[in-house]
Nanobody
Framework: QVQLVESGGDTVQPGGSLRLSCTASGFTFSATAMSWYRQAPEKERELVAVISGTDLASTTHVEEFLKGRFFISRDNAKNTVSLQMNNLKPDDTAVYYC??????????????????WGQGTQVTVAS
């Protein structure tokens, strides 16, 4: 069965960095789009970043408000997807979820739809 296991969550000070990892199993990882979402307390879950499978050349997308600080990457040999987070701010405090899904194209735009979710890993940014 599909399994997504996140790791790397921690408590860091503002301005610090963290690298989250997600190890996947149970599906053809290299061909599958992966993403990170996050959910802060009392807020809706939001997309952080997406990386496509080999069909779209592992193209990455990071939400505009996180560009320049967050970076997504994948290692198909290790079935892992990572999220590098730099210059962390208290507003980045959230549970971060790894997902596996599909990218659909409609009217020239690409849309990511998650099919499977990990259990989440807590990131807390506080001084």
């Amino acid at each position: 069965q599909v399994q997504l296991v996140e790791s790397g969550g921690d408590t860091v000070q503002p301005g610090g960095s963290l690298r989250l990892s997600c190890t996947a199993s149970g599906f053809t990882f290299s061909a599958t789009a992966m993403s990170w979402y996050r959910q802060a307390p009392e807020k809706e879950r939001e997309l952080v970043a997406v990386i496509s499978g080999t069909d779209l050349a592992s193209t990455t997308h990071v939400e505009e408000f996180l560009k320049g600080r967050f970076f997504i990457s994948r290692d198909n040999a290790k079935n892992t997807v990572s999220l590098q987070m730099n210059n962390l701010k208290p507003d980045d405090t959230a549970v971060y979820y790894c997902t596996a899904g599909k990218i659909d194209r409609s009217n020239g735009n690409y849309y990511y739809n998650p099919d499977y979710w990990g259990q989440g890993t807590q990131v807390t940014v506080a001084s």
